[in-house]
């Protein structure tokens, strides 16, 4: 962390195509090596994969509820007291819980075997919606680390 100021935060532009914060930062937490117009191919088609299976909610609305739910409210982190290290559970911000649900969904979609990663991300993000799917038991997880360090919690500071 700089000793001299804070670092501004930048503000991301609108998605072209929804025109919506939460999908562009999705596209640059799912693009891999400066490819945003592939990152951008791989949620649109996702959203309309999404759109085609779930007919009674907006595919829009099913990405916005897919990533709520992944959204951790408690984490863990190390803290070293006295030569020992202890898991401190600690309140999560909005912007790092935010951005921890997108990750922990692009990396559990990636992480599905077999079809294109289109369908592997559509198929994540009806599971989150569901509240199901790998991102949801990471997320659960870690609610279950914050739970069992609970007698921690005087550490945090």
Same mark, same amino acid.
């Given at each position: 962390m700089?000793?001299?100021?804070?670092a501004?935060?930048?503000?991301?532009?609108?998605?072209?195509? =929804?025109?919506?914060?939460?999908?562009?930062?999705?596209?640059?937490?799912?693009?891999? /090596?400066?490819?945003?117009s592939?990152?951008?191919?791989?949620?649109? +088609?996702?959203?309309d994969? !999404?759109s %085609?299976?779930?007919?009674?909610?907006?595919?829009?609305?099913?990405?916005? !509820?897919?990533?709520?739910?992944?959204k951790?409210?408690?984490?863990?982190?190390?803290?070293r007291? +006295?030569?020992?290290? =202890?898991?401190?559970?600690?309140?999560?911000?909005?912007s790092r819980s935010?951005?921890?649900?997108?990750?922990?969904?692009?990396?559990?979609?990636n992480?599905?075997s077999g079809?294109?990663m289109?369908?592997?991300?559509?198929?994540e993000?009806?599971?989150?919606f569901?509240?199901r799917?790998?991102?949801?038991?990471?997320?659960? %997880?870690?609610?279950?680390?914050?739970?069992a360090n609970?007698a921690?919690? /005087?550490?945090?500071?």
């Amino acid at each position: 962390m700089s000793r001299r100021r804070a670092a501004v935060k930048r503000t991301l532009l609108k998605d072209p195509k =929804y025109n919506d914060t939460l999908v562009s930062k999705f596209v640059c937490s799912l693009m891999k /090596h400066g490819k945003k117009s592939v990152a951008e191919r791989i949620l649109y +088609g996702a959203l309309d994969l !999404i759109s %085609d299976r779930e007919k009674e909610t907006p595919s829009l609305e099913v990405f916005r !509820i897919a990533v709520e739910n992944v959204k951790p409210a408690m984490e863990v982190k190390s803290r070293r007291v +006295g030569g020992s290290t =202890y898991q401190v559970p600690m309140q999560v911000r909005s912007s790092r819980s935010q951005s921890l649900a997108i990750r922990w969904l692009v990396l559990y979609a990636n992480a599905r075997s077999g079809k294109s990663m289109q369908a592997k991300l559509a198929d994540e993000l009806l599971d989150a919606f569901n509240n199901r799917g790998s991102s949801i038991k990471k997320k659960e %997880d870690t609610l279950k680390m914050e739970e069992a360090n609970k007698a921690f919690a /005087h550490y945090r500071w």
